[in-house]
Structures are given as structure tokens and as C-alpha cells.
């Protein structure tokens, strides 16, 4: 059985793919901040394990990977972030871009066990600068602030044998995207899926689209 882990899975994008997976059979581990009160969550068919989750909270990324310890994860994708309304930009910097790359470190050697060892950070295309150091906006910036951190960081997880990429998920009908985004959640992560389905090697260190193109910096 596959095995994937979905980073922030309660709602949106995040439980789309949870779906999509545990209905393909895949073992799915879903990360939410309330497992106790998992909502729509709690009610996906599948092999669903859901695991407490505060991605910026050191003590519990610790938690997830000592919970996973005896696992092998195929695929994992880091899904959770924030728009920002009314929070800091130090506090979206710290959600956006700073806590996906260490929840991916975290669980490297999860993945590094498994057979297709492959990690998507969810990024957005309004955090391209394509060679513009202008600000993008909080959200934008912390998102653009994602990608430099992965760039800095792909060619070792390459050398440790990891294939990885950050992925632009669509416009979404989500409360993020709001109701007049162009693709339904349904087609995003079905689209994500396709993604890292075909991701090989000579993927590996690219911005993708959830529809399969590469994306400019």
C-alpha cells in the first residue's frame, strides 16, 4: 500500500487531496491543528490516520515524525498556509515559508524510507518575482520567500535522494481563493495528483502547475 501525508488536510485543498488518495487506497496521514474535532475530515472512507499538527510549533513537527518513525512515506505534500488578513508579516513569513521546508525536514527520512520518495510544498504563482525584487504583498512575499528557501535547500535533498518540487495549486474555489476562483477543489488536487504521479528525477528543483507546466521564478 502507497502511503502519503497531507500537511494541513481539514478543509480545502488539503482535504481534496486526502480524498482523492484514500479513495485511490492509499494510506493516507492527515495533518490538522484539531484532530479532535476533524469535521469533514473525519468522515473521508479510506486509511485515514489523523495526526495533531501546528506546523510552526517545533515540539509538534517532533511528535509527527516520532509518530512516523516506523513508516515509509511515498509522497508528501505540505499543503498548510495562510492568506495573512489581519496578522503580521513576520507571523505569515514564519506559516508560509519557513515551517513547510522544516515539516519537510522533519519527515525526510519518512520519505527517504519509501519507494517513490517524492515531496510537493504548496506554493502560489503570486510569489513569483520573475526577476523582480519589488514587494509581492505579505502573502506574496512569504510565498516568494518559500520558493528561495527551496531553491537553497533542493540540490542537498537531491544528493539525499529525494525528488521535490513547489507546486502553484490553481485559483481555488476555497475560502481562501473565494467562490469566484476559476477550478473547483476536485480539480486541483486531482491535478496535484497527475503531478506527483509523473514526477521522476529530471523533475526534481522545478515550480510546477497543478495542471503540469513549469512555472517562472
Not at 56 to 61: A, C, I, L, N
Not at 92 to 98: T, Y
Not at 160 to 166: L, S, T, Y
Request: charged share 25%; aromatic share 4%.
Amino acid at each position: 500500500m502507497p502511503t502519503v501525508a497531507i500537511i494541513g488536510a481539514s478543509r480545502g485543498i488539503g482535504l481534496g487531496l486526502v480524498e482523492r488518495y484514500a479513495g485511490e487506497g492509499w494510506r493516507v496521514h492527515a495533518t490538522t491543528r484539531t484532530p479532535e474535532r476533524p469535521g469533514a475530515l473525519g468522515e473521508v472512507a479510506g486509511d485515514v490516520r489523523l495526526h495533531r499538527l501546528e506546523v510552526t510549533d517545533r515540539s509538534e513537527q517532533r511528535a509527527l515524525r516520532d509518530a512516523l518513525e516506523d513508516e515509509a512515506v511515498d509522497v508528501l505534500i505540505h499543503n498548510a498556509g495562510v492568506y495573512g488578513r489581519g496578522m503580521s508579516a513576520a507571523a505569515v513569513h514564519r506559516i508560509n515559508a519557513e515551517a513547510p521546508i522544516e515539516v519537510a525536514e522533519a519527515l525526510m527520512d519518512a520519505v527517504l524510507r519509501s519507494g517513490q520518495r517524492k515531496i510537493a510544498l504548496v506554493t502560489s504563482m503570486m510569489g513569483a518575482r520573475r526577476g523582480s525584487t519589488r514587494s509581492l504583498g505579505k502573502y506574496g512575499d512569504s510565498k516568494a520567500a518559500l520558493n528561495d528557501l527551496f531553491r537553497a535547500r533542493e540540490a542537498g535533498w537531491r544528493e539525499r535522494g529525494c525528488i521535490a518540487v513547489v507546486i502553484h495549486p490553481g485559483w481555488v474555489r476555497t475560502d481562501m481563493g473565494g467562490r469566484n476562483a476559476a477550478i473547483s477543489v476536485e480539480e486541483s488536487a486531482r491535478g496535484i495528483r497527475e503531478v506527483m504521479a509523473a514526477l521522476d528525477v529530471s523533475g526534481h528543483g522545478r515550480f510546477r502547475t497543478w495542471d503540469g507546466r513549469d512555472h517562472p521564478w
